[in-house]
């Protein structure tokens, strides 16, 4: 799993590549806790860290639908 921050606009997103093998998070540089998964398709998430260090997301919306 790989992640990365950046800003997250719509031609940013659009841009990207699809990831089909592997899931990439790209983390928003400025709204804390959203970002983007990227895998065959393109889902916007949003990721809280949980006591004892997991990580819970919550799929809130695919790009583009």
Known sequence: ????K???TKTFVENLPL???KQ???K???LQ???LRVT???SYIVEK??????????TIGQHGV
């Open 49 to 58: 860290k949980l006591p004892g260090g997991k990580t819970c997301r919550t």
């Open 28 to 30: 928003d540089s400025e």
């Open 1 to 4: 799993m790989t992640t990365n």
């Open 33 to 35: 806790g959203f970002a």
């Open 6 to 8: 950046y800003k997250l």
């Open 40 to 42: 065959k398709s393109k």
């Open 19 to 21: 990831s089909p093998d």
């Open 24 to 26: 990439v998070f790209y």
